[in-house]
């Protein structure tokens, strides 16, 4: 058959640690948004091992360990392990090195594009609408569609938007249903995925300023910052025990084919 590519060329899984901030984020001059624009500028990823295995089965295993010199020396490791077949498992490992700067950590997860075609979303997990860590009591686990283009928010001013806590499976697919799947491996995982980065979305002011990519940006992350609001005029700020601040922080998922039922 003919090859056709899941993830874009030279945009597969890296470091992702920063969210645009919202209007609660940017409570009172600046809030919690301080902690979290320290994340902004990750600078480049410093490769300290690579290595690469073939087993018997047949399986490709990949290793690499390295640090962001310029987010404190966080560390992030990632193990792959490629199957003849062509599903991908992903062993991420985070560790963030906090100090008075680096308070909490905004996101800990990976980032990835996906080309353009497979713009239908279908997940497992808490739905439908957008959910956080601190948001998502009121919604039910079940099957779920969109697009990814629906899957983001036009708030009056542009912020974090279209995250989904407790997916169990997501899938990207085109109008056949061909396309990616991702797959939990232990516990289930936090994802967005839309036609915007998060420094795209913190850089608008507005919605009618953001600049859209053909690709979709998809997001697949251990946990994120909760977005607090108790109210809209004194609790502002997110509760300690939704802001990030483990040593570490680990999560497996399955990148996979998705094919037409």
């Known amino acids: 058959g003919q090859w056709r590519d899941l993830l874009v060329p030279g945009e597969g899984p890296k470091g992702d640690f920063?969210?645009?901030?919202?209007?609660?984020?940017?409570?009172?001059?600046?809030?919690?948004?301080?902690?979290?624009?320290?994340?902004?500028?990750?600078?480049?990823?410093?490769?300290?091992?690579?290595?690469?295995?073939?087993?018997?089965?047949?399986?490709?295993?990949?290793?690499?360990r390295g640090h962001y010199p310029e987010l404190n020396d966080l560390e992030l490791d990632m193990d792959y392990r490629i199957s003849p077949e062509g599903t991908v498992q992903v062993n991420v490992l985070i560790r963030p090195q906090y100090d008075e700067r680096f308070v909490y950590l905004p996101v800990a997860g990976l980032s990835m594009q996906v080309p353009q075609e497979y713009e239908q979303l279908t997940w497992f997990g808490r739905g439908p609408q957008e959910t956080y860590a601190d948001?998502?009591?009121?919604?039910?686990?079940?099957?779920?569609?969109?697009?990814?283009?629906?899957?983001?928010?036009?708030?009056?001013?542009?912020?974090?938007?279209?995250?989904?806590?407790?997916t169990r499976w997501l899938t990207l697919t085109d109008e056949t249903g061909f396309g990616l799947k991702v797959e939990m491996i232990g516990d289930p995982f936090e994802f967005s995925v839309l036609h915007y980065t998060a420094e795209e979305l913190d850089r608008a002011v507005h919605p009618y300023e953001l600049e859209t990519i053909r690709e979709s940006v998809l997001r697949i992350n251990a946990v994120q910052f909760g977005v607090g609001g108790d109210d809209s005029w004194a609790s502002l700020i997110t509760h300690e025990p939704y802001l990030p601040h483990d040593a570490q922080y680990q999560y497996s998922f399955v990148l996979e084919p998705c094919f037409p039922q």
């Open 135 to 166: 948001r998502y009591k009121g919604t039910s686990v079940d099957r779920w569609q969109s697009t990814v283009t629906d899957n983001y928010f036009p708030y009056v001013q542009s912020s974090e938007t279209g995250n989904h806590v407790e």
């Open 18 to 64: 920063f969210r645009a901030l919202t209007d609660n984020d940017r409570a009172y001059g600046g809030g919690q948004g301080v902690y979290i624009q320290m994340w902004k500028e990750p600078g480049d990823y410093e490769v300290t091992l690579f290595e690469a295995e073939e087993e018997e089965t047949g399986d490709l295993l990949v290793h690499i």
